[in-house]
């Protein structure tokens, strides 16, 4: 049965209640998902907490990456913790049977360790060391097969293996693209807090509806920060035969059921228009194929 890959924001705005409901709707309606989360306002607020504020910086190659020294790793791991606890705990309420994970249990994610990272400082390139971050490179996919073949749904926090047994902080988006590779998922949808790609940021009229994967570089070029790591997100995913990745609004009542049926910005494999079917829901009859216990 065809799986779809779910990315949940950490941006402040997106209700982990409404996402909850929508899971439990979905799997009754006989979808296999696999969540991926991120963390980044958790992590900022645990950061000030601590006395270890948040610093963001701007890679050479225009990416927004948040600088991750060995505390900040710590703390990351600490924040998508919470993050993945309160998404089994609203998941368990609704009797589904969820199953958390970070990227360095059972080997599920391993990352490639960017040794150091090359961040342009008021026009100046710096570098910086002591870096924790990391490329997501693997997916134990057997792993997931195995755990939705028994029922469970995954839900990962966006924590990397190193080549060296190092945890690293992964980016969500990219997780969730190599998940959605490595397991020949239907679908990606990357769930945000706001309505999808945005031509004019941040007028929420101007949305985007439909890129196809042949216009994905183009649209990269004129967007900036953090939207452009999903389009990369999304590029991945597309390159590792993904048909169709969704950015969608996180932030409504039924967030699932609004992005299959198209509402957000839908990037398509190809060059062509988007396929009438690819966003229906599964064919088979939710009373075969889910058993209640299962779900
Ligand atoms: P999340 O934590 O939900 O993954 P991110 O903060 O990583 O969200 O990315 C979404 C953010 O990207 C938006 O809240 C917005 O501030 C920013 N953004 C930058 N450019 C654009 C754009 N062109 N369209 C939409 N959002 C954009």
Do not use: C
Request: charged residues 20%.
């Amino acid at each position: 049965m065809s799986i779809d890959v779910i990315k949940m924001g950490g941006a402040a705005g997106v209700s982990t209640q409404a996402l909850v409901a929508d899971v439990e709707a979905q799997l009754a309606a006989g979808r296999r998902l696999v969540l991926v989360h991120g963390g980044s306002d958790e992590t900022n607020r645990l950061g000030q907490a601590v006395g270890h504020p948040p610093e963001f910086v701007t890679t050479a190659s225009g990416h927004t990456s948040r600088r991750t020294d060995r505390r900040t790793l710590e703390l990351f791991m600490m924040a998508t913790a919470l993050v993945n606890r309160r998404l089994v705990e609203g998941l368990a309420a609704r009797g589904v049977l969820a199953l958390g994970l970070s990227g360095i249990d059972g080997r599920l994610l391993e990352a490639r360790r960017k040794p150091h990272l090359r961040v342009v400082d008021n026009g100046r390139v710096r570098i910086l060391r002591d870096e924790w971050t990391g490329t997501p490179t693997k997916v134990n996919a057997a792993l997931l097969h195995t755990l939705l073949d028994a029922g469970y749904t995954p839900v990962i926090a966006p924590v990397g293996l190193g080549q060296g047994g190092e945890a690293l902080n992964v980016d969500g988006d990219r997780a969730a693209a190599r998940v959605a590779g490595a397991l020949g998922a239907q679908s990606l949808t990357l769930l945000t807090n706001v309505p999808g790609v945005l031509r004019s940021f941040p007028d929420e009229s101007s949305l985007v509806s439909h890129v196809p994967e042949s216009e994905l570089a183009a649209l990269m070029e004129r967007t900036e920060g953090r939207m452009k790591k999903k389009l990369l997100g999304a590029q991945e995913a597309l390159a590792a035969g993904t048909q169709r990745v969704m950015i969608a609004d996180g932030r409504v009542e039924a967030p699932l059921a609004a992005a299959f049926a198209g509402r957000g910005t839908l990037i398509t494999a190809g060059s062509g228009a988007p396929s009438e079917t690819a966003s229906e829901a599964p064919s088979e009859s939710p009373a075969e194929t889910r058993p209640e216990a299962s779900r």
